[in-house]
T-cell receptor
């Protein structure tokens, strides 16, 4: 079964600093990988997705992620954090059992300090 | 605008009661999903439906039931058999023809609290 692991349940950065949120996946087949963002008491919004077209994926709000097969990683980065980036971020992998559901990591809460 | 509407946003349930959470989509998506979110545990799949009049158990289906009588609607009932129902519930849909790379669209969620 496919799975994702997010290292660090809480990450705190200063405004203007680099954001790095880590995600490692486990998959027996080439995976489809996603990053979602969730603001308090809201649903999830797609930031970006990897579908094998390119290893560096650019998403909304200045975020990007790089797929590294050798490291089984799909880390999310943003060069300069903004206060509005404070939220919870989820890495997810597309289910390979035919359900086409997503399997989610446990999430990383990003705090941005002024 | 197309999207997924969940209602109510907040729901309070007494011990032993069944409650139903509504999920409606106007995206013309075939597949719909219910997830449960608990702090520090990410989202876990409760039930899913890939076509009308058919649905399947997910990873944590015990104590829940669903129906899919219309393409647009996928209500979730939390029964009295669910021992720990307090959680945030999220409904999602996927455009079936796009395959496994398709992104999921989410509703705004329903926060259920047992009182």
């Amino acid at each position: 079964a496919q799975s994702v692991t997010q290292l660090g349940s809480h990450v705190s950065v200063s405004e203007g600093a680099l954001v790095l949120l880590r995600c490692n996946y486990s998959s027996s087949v080439p995976p489809y990988l996603f990053w979602y963002v969730q603001y308090p008491n809201q649903g999830l919004q797609l930031l970006l997705k990897y579908t094998s077209a390119a290893t560096l994926v650019k998403g909304i709000n200045g975020f990007e992620a790089e797929f590294k097969k050798s490291e089984t990683s799909f880390h999310l980065t943003k060069p300069s954090a903004h206060m509005s980036d404070a939220a919870e971020y989820f890495c997810a992998v597309s289910d390979d059992t035919g359900r086409r559901a997503l399997t989610f990591g446990s999430g990383t809460r990003l705090q941005v300090q002024p | 605008d197309g999207g997924i509407t969940q209602s109510p946003k907040y729901l309070f349930r007494k011990e032993g009661q069944n409650v139903t959470l509504s999920c409606e989509q106007n995206l013309n998506h075939d597949a719909m999903y219910w997830y449960r979110q608990d702090p520090g545990q990410g989202l876990r799949l409760i039930y899913y439906s890939q076509i009308v009049n058919d649905f399947q158990k997910g990873d944590i289906a015990e104590g829940y039931s669903v129906s899919r009588e219309k393409k647009e609607s996928f209500p979730l009932t939390v029964t009295s058999a669910q021992k720990n129902p307090t959680a945030f519930y999220l409904c999602a849909s996927i455009r079936s023809r796009q395959g496994a790379s398709a992104e999921a669209f989410f509703g705004q969620g329903t926060r259920l609290t047992v009182v």
